[in-house]
């Protein structure tokens, strides 16, 4: 079992930065790849950003990449997701989420393939 609870969200203006961090409990969390989601308002909730377990592969949509940047500290069992030049479209509710199984990052944009989800936290960007 591994919960997740993520902090760091707030408002903030056009072209400025965020870092979001989740911090988990659980010995397998170390060991399984970390996705980040987000889900505006009237809209389904979609992939941001993925690592694995050792942080040795990032993934990202095409709309943040290049601005998001995803990390961890297993020592710390934490994840993080350094957000720069925020644009409104980035406005939304994101979350940690953790897969159940360890050692695979198959499939890392697919939700479903997410075992355990934090409650979210709401990043808004002004104009």
């Known amino acids: 079992q591994v919960q997740l609870v993520e902090s760091g969200g707030g408002l903030v203006q056009v072209g400025g930065s965020l870092r979001l961090s989740c911090a988990a409990s659980?010995?397998?969390?170390?060991?399984?790849?970390v996705g980040w989601f987000r889900q505006a308002p009237g809209k389904e909730r979609e992939f941001v950003a993925a690592?694995?377990?050792?942080?040795?592969?990032?993934y990202y949509a095409d709309s943040v990449k290049g601005r998001f940047t995803i990390s961890r500290d297993n020592a710390k069992n934490a994840v993080y997701l350094q957000m720069n030049s925020l644009k409104p479209e980035d406005t939304a509710i994101y979350y940690c989420?953790?897969?159940?199984?360890?050692?695979?990052?198959?499939?890392?944009?697919?939700?479903?393939?997410?075992?355990?989800w934090g409650q979210g936290t709401q990043v808004t960007v002004s104009s």
């Open positions: 690592i694995n377990w050792n942080g040795g592969n990032t």
């Open positions: 659980g010995r397998t969390f170390s060991t399984n790849t």
């Open positions: 989420a953790c897969r159940g199984e360890s050692f695979t990052h198959s499939g890392y944009a697919d939700q479903r393939r997410y075992a355990y």
